[in-house]
Structures are given as C-alpha cells and as structure tokens.
C-alpha cells in the first residue's frame, strides 16, 4: 500500500507539476516584457541611449531571472535555470520540470540592440514539492504503520481468545473438565466460551455419572461372582470329593492296591480330580477370595508363583510395594484383576522369554506395569471380554490403561488414582 501511494503520488506530480510551474512564473515573465517595454519607451526619448543602455544592463546583472543580453553575443543561461539543490535528479526527472522563458527585443531606434531575456530559477518551487513529497510520504508511512499496528494488536487481541478456546477444547477432548475458558474478546467468542465451560460441566457431570455406574456394575459383577461362587464352593465342592471318595471305596472293595490305567475306577478318580481342578480354577477366576483374606501383595505372589508354574521356561521378576495391602476392596480388587489379566495374555499370546511385574504406590496413584519380550501387539487388535474388563475397571477408578509396544517389549501400564483410597 505504501508503494502504491509513493506511485500514485509521482504520477500526479509528473501531471501537475508542469502546469503549476508555469503558473508560479508567469508574474516573471509579465515583468520581463514590461521591464522591455519600459526600456524601449526611456532608449526612444534619451538623448544618449548607448549610455542609458549600458547603465542599465550593468544595473541589472547576469545572475538574474530576467537580464539583458547583448544582440550577437551568447546569451549566458538558456531555458529554465535549475539548481536541484538538495532535491534528488530523479525527483526532478519525475516531475518532468518545462524549459520555457521569454526574450523580449531591445531596440535603439531601428536597430536591434539586445533583449531582456527571462529565465526562471525552479529551485526553490523544486524544493518545496520534495520537501511536500517527503511529508506525504512520511505521514503516509506513519498511518501505514499505525494502521498495521492496529491490525496486528485487533488481530492478537480477537485470535488469543480463541486460541484459549481451541486450548480448552482439546483439554476436554484429553478428559480434563476441571480447568475453565476465560470469557475475553469479541461477544460472539466470549459466548462461545462460556458454552464451552457449560460443555465442560455438562461432560464433567456426564463422566462422574459414568463412573459411578461402572463403580455399581463392577460392584454388582463382583457380588454376583461371589455368590456363583460360593455356591460352586458350597455345591459342587462336597459333591466331587464324595465322587472322588466313593470311587476310591469301590476301589479298595472290589480288588486290592491302586487302580489300573484304562480301568473304570481309574477313569472315574482321574475326571473326578479333573473337576476338582476345573473348579478351583473357576473359582479362583470368579472370585479370588484370598485377597480379602491373604492381602493384595499375597496374591499377586501367589498369582505370580502360579504362573512361573504354568510357564517354566519365562524368566520372571517383580517388583511389589509392600504398602499394597493397605488398598481397600475396590482398588486392590481391580489392581489384581489388572495384574492377572495382564500375566495370563503374556502366558498366552506372547511366546515371551522374560516377563516383568511391577505394582508400586507413588504419590496419589497406584502403578501397575507388566512387560514382556514376546510377539507385540497384533496391528488389528481389538479388545476380548479380558482386556474390556480390565478397562471397565480401571474406568470406574478413573484409572487410564495403555497398551503399547516400548523399546522391543510389550507393556501393559495402567494408573489408578488413590483419590478417597489410602494406604495404610
């Protein structure tokens, strides 16, 4: 925009200019052809007009607009007399500055004795209108920048609020409603914020509902596998040891010693012990019972100890804070489904090597992380009844689950906030 005035600007000098000039000069050129005349008029009546002449022309001078310059000799100045001073050549090629003057004849009787020749000195008009370019454009200059500071600061000033709203809406995308939008800028941003903030509110009120419904479902889960349960343990417990108690009486009545492979009885013994074993791993996945009784940190090392016995050929490690059994039900119930999950998909998915177990409380949240050498992660992986659970029960915890696959190992990392929780 700058350099489109400065353009605008010498185009309508270079129109005006010759126009002005010759405006400003004609008062000159009228003195010149009266100064003649009136020299003409005092040679005609003198009786010495040589004299008068030549007193004249010195009285005049040559450095002058209007002199007098002798018939026959060089005139000193031609055209128009231009000092450029302390204006730029260009600026005075830009306004195309006229050459025009007047020669008026000086005669003595018949004879042609010289003219009073005009020629107009431009210099100081010339200053004038570059001192007057300068100003136009210095000032334009200075509004141009004014007006981009002004652009820039309305700009910053409209933009931030909404960058603050964008920061706000991908803090409620990652979960955190605590944090508000401050109302700034124009009406139509302030609302929008204060729209997002009820959003937030709305969403915060939405997910603590959530969370207390999963809280009631994992609850509800959890009774209802107690009470399966206790009525396999009840049940079907006395059942199979008076199978298995019977088959052996058979046994010992009919014949003498233990029974043979591929017998009946032997048969009979073998399922019954079976479903001994089938039971206590049903009942061990409804409801782990012995961590109520045995405390968290027991059973993640009986669960440990169990698996290394499925899986001899794993190497495995552990890390176990010794605080866990401070946990109450809730937690510590999640916590160890987390961890039983997690070591039965490395036992048998992961055709791991080395298997590492760490569960530790720091701060305000307890940390689990299981890792493993194995395959990784399938690139189609979807979640099986397992792995929903596991996150149902870290949600209604407001926990957060990854998987991810770490420096050539696979790990399972969960986080649960201690909130109302403690540990002893």
């Known amino acids: 925009m700058v350099v489109g005035s400065l353009l605008l600007g010498g185009l309508a000098l270079r129109t005006v200019s010759p126009e002005q000039f010759e405006n400003e000069n004609a008062e000159g050129a009228r003195s010149a052809r009266l100064v003649a005349d009136a020299l003409n008029a005092a040679l005609a009546a003198a009786a010495n007009p040589q004299q008068i002449l030549d007193a004249f022309a010195r009285r005049l001078g040559s450095d002058e607009a209007i002199t007098f310059v002798p018939s026959g000799s060089r005139p000193h100045r031609s055209g128009t007399l231009v000092s450029h001073g302390s204006v730029p050549a260009w600026f005075v090629t830009l306004v195309q500055v006229p050459q025009f003057g007047s020669a008026h004849p000086i005669r003595i009787g018949t004879a042609h004795v010289g003219d009073i020749v005009f020629v107009p000195d431009l210099t100081a008009d010339l200053e004038e209108k570059w001192m007057g370019f300068l100003a136009i ?8 920048l004014l007006a981009a500071l002004s652009a820039y600061y309305t700009t910053g000033t409209a933009l931030r609020p909404l960058a603050q709203l964008g920061t706000g809406l991908t803090r409620m995308r990652d979960g ?39 809280r009631k479902i994992v609850a509800v889960q959890d009774e209802e596998r107690r009470e399966l349960a206790r009525e396999l343990h009840d049940e079907m417990g006395p059942l199979l040891f008076a199978i298995r108690a019977n088959a052996t009486a058979l046994v010992e009545a009919g014949a003498e010693g233990p029974p043979e492979p591929g017998s009946p009885a032997h048969g009979i013994l073998s399922a019954a012990e079976a479903l001994q074993q089938a039971n206590r791993r049903v009942l061990e996945g409804l409801s782990p019972l012995y961590v109520a009784e045995l405390g968290l940190l027991e059973s993640i090392q009986a669960s440990l100890r169990n698996a290394q016995s499925q899986a001899p050929g794993i190497r495995l490690t552990s890390r176990l804070d010794p605080r866990l059994d401070g946990l109450d039900g809730l937690l510590s119930q999640t916590a160890y489904r987390v961890v039983q999950e997690g070591v039965t998909n490395v036992l048998r998915h992961a055709r791991a090597t080395t298997m590492g177990i760490a569960v530790s409380i720091e701060a305000s949240q307890v940390q689990i992380e299981i890792t493993d050498d194995g395959v990784g992660l399938p690139r189609d992986m979807s979640f099986g009844r397992g792995l929903t659970g596991m996150h149902e029960r870290v949600r209604a915890l ?27």
């Open 137 to 144: 454009v210095a000032s334009g200059s200075a509004l141009m």
């Open 176 to 214: 955190d409603y605590d944090t508000t939008i401050p109302l700034a800028g124009p009406p139509e941003i302030r609302k929008s914020c204060a729209e997002a903030n009820q959003l937030a509110a709305t969403l915060k009120r939405l997910s603590q509902d959530n969370r207390e419904l999963l």
């Open 398 to 424: 407001n926990g957060t689950l990854e998987l991810l696959r770490e420096q050539g190992r696979t790990v399972i990392r969960c986080q649960l906030p201690l909130d109302h929780h403690a540990a002893r």
